[in-house]
T-cell receptor, first 112, second 113 residues
Framework: QKEVEQDPGPLSVPEGAIVSLNCTYS??????FMWYRQYSRKGPELLMY????GNKEDGRFTAQVDKSSKYISLFIRDSQPSDSATYLC????????????FGTGTRLLVSP | EAEVAQSPRYKITEKSQAVAFWCDPISGHATLYWYRQILGQGPELLVQ????????DSQLPKDRFSAERLKGVDSTLKIQPAELGDSAMYLCASSGQTSYEQYFGPGTRLTVT
């Protein structure tokens, strides 16, 4: 079993839709959870991160962690064509919790 | 806005040749990471530096890959000899005090023919 699992998609939605992107993880010791956005042929860009359980909101983006089910979600409200990208969830582990372990990424396509 | 710089952006090389990638982290970031990202997958850590010291190179194929960060600032990742399976995006990232906030450069896309 992979430590962080993600549906690769693609996920296609119309502009304005609410998007839900999800990851599951295997190790209950994981505490921090990050979401990165990666445009084609570019490096990943840190969107937001959460600690432990609960929600965190930043503009149209909301990150949610459910530690009881080991489930991580990213919600995008009022999705835009510019949101079309691959979304990667990640969690730090190892000594000092510095090594990021990524999911495979979910490709999102928002059509005008 | 400070960014991680990488060069070259694209590299095509023949198998058995040597190739090198360069990374300049965000100024003041003590920790530097090299990741490899195969198409359709998430990045995987190859090597991590804290200043000039290697902290984790457990996933670095040491028979052909080497990495250095001599002055604790910029870093070079080398592959010699390159193999077809090395074709991937090589990403450099850096972090400051909060190690889980890692900032990535644009990457070097390597194609081995």
């Amino acid at each position: 079993q992979k430590e962080v699992e993600q549906d690769p998609g693609p996920l296609s939605v119309p502009e304005g839709a609410i998007v839900s992107l999800n990851c599951t993880y295997s190790n209950s010791a994981f505490q921090y959870f990050m979401w990165y956005r990666q445009y084609s042929r570019k490096g990943p860009e840190l969107l937001m991160y959460t600690y432990s359980s609960g929600n965190k909101e930043d503009g149209r983006f909301t990150a949610q962690v459910d530690k009881s089910s080991k489930y991580i979600s990213l919600f995008i409200r009022d999705s835009q064509p510019s949101d079309s990208a691959t979304y990667l969830c990640a969690t730090p582990q190892g000594t000092g919790f510095q090594k990021l372990v990524f999911g495979t990424g979910t490709r999102l396509l928002v059509s005008p | 806005e400070a960014e991680v710089a990488q060069s070259p952006r694209y590299k095509i090389t023949e198998k058995s040749q040597a190739v090198a990638f360069w990374c300049d982290p965000i100024s003041g970031h003590a920790t530097l990471y090299w990741y490899r990202q195969i198409l359709g997958q998430g990045p995987e850590l190859l090597v991590q530096f804290q200043d000039e010291s290697v902290v984790d190179d457990s996933q670095l194929p040491k028979d052909r890959f080497s990495a250095e960060r001599l002055k604790g600032v910029d870093s070079t990742l080398k592959i010699q000899p390159a193999e077809l399976g090395d074709s991937a995006m090589y990403l450099c990232a850096s972090s400051g005090q909060t190690s889980y906030e890692q900032y990535f450069g644009p990457g070097t896309r390597l194609t081995v023919t």
